[in-house]
């Protein structure tokens, strides 16, 4: 059994003044083996999110960057 943890992602409250927000989370695997992890977004809102899907170390983190067009 892999255990990963995502961050929730809060933009916050923003006009329509076409900027681009950005935000960075950590994806943790607190197992002791490597994990894969896969973000599939299906939402209506305009979110870019790299990587899609990585293999995370045993014990670690890696960032992920959300951005909300």
Excluded: C, Q, W
């Amino acid at each position: 059994i892999h255990r990963i943890y995502l961050e929730l992602v809060d933009f916050g409250v923003h006009v329509a003044d076409n900027k681009t927000v950005y935000k960075k989370i950590l994806v943790r695997n607190i197992g002791s083996t490597p994990a894969p992890y896969r973000i599939d977004y299906k939402g209506e809102h305009p979110i870019g999110i790299t990587p899609l899907s990585a293999m995370v170390p045993p014990n670690s983190s890696i960032p992920v960057e959300v951005i909300y067009k």
